[in-house]
């Protein structure tokens, strides 16, 4: 599949980017713009049900049935080590949870460089993924765009065909 994405637009979009409030405001060739979450989801063809994980700490996420942090570590490394809680190196996962390790590097909450470890939001993402447990991705995708790391110099700028889409409806 392949769109047209207008770069300068996108830039210009991650650079004037605010959200508070369930609010996005952005500011593009002049023009203020504000869009509840809701609505961006339905641009995007999203739902915004789901839990919000973006910040949310392995150890502080409200599991289902009880379960805790050892219960993510024993899904994704199917081994009962509860040193393994924090270990972030996706070669120790299963081959599933290896898996979708890599379409959430890449597409979820993409990433540039080594693609050798999980962190941040990634892990506690695959575990969903793995219990079916639904995700606001909206939210998810909102918060990554508004993340400190996305601030770097040189770093790339993701979701430009979902920016230049978003931008074409507005």
Aim: proline share 4%; net charge negative.
């Amino acid at each position: 599949m392949k769109e047209l994405v207008y770069l300068e637009l996108v830039y210009y979009f991650y650079s004037n980017l605010y959200f508070q409030h369930n609010h996005i405001r952005y500011r593009v060739m002049g023009k203020d713009i504000h869009i509840s979450l809701d609505k961006f989801a339905n641009l995007l063809h999203l739902s915004c049900e789901g839990v919000d994980i973006y910040i949310v700490d392995l150890h502080e996420f409200a599991y289902p049935d009880g379960e805790f942090a050892h219960a993510t570590s024993i899904l994704l490394h199917d081994d009962d080590n509860p040193a393994l809680v924090r270990n972030e190196e996706v070669k120790y996962y299963t081959l599933t949870a290896q898996i979708l390790a890599k379409i959430v590097f890449y597409n979820l909450l993409p990433k540039s460089g080594e693609y050798s470890h999980a962190r941040g939001s990634a892990p506690l993402l695959i575990y969903c993924l793995l219990k079916d447990i639904r995700i606001n991705v909206p939210k998810l995708n909102i918060d990554y765009m508004t993340s400190d790391h996305l601030l770097v110099p040189n770093r790339h700028l993701h979701f430009g065909m979902h920016i230049t889409r978003l931008l074409k409806q507005l």
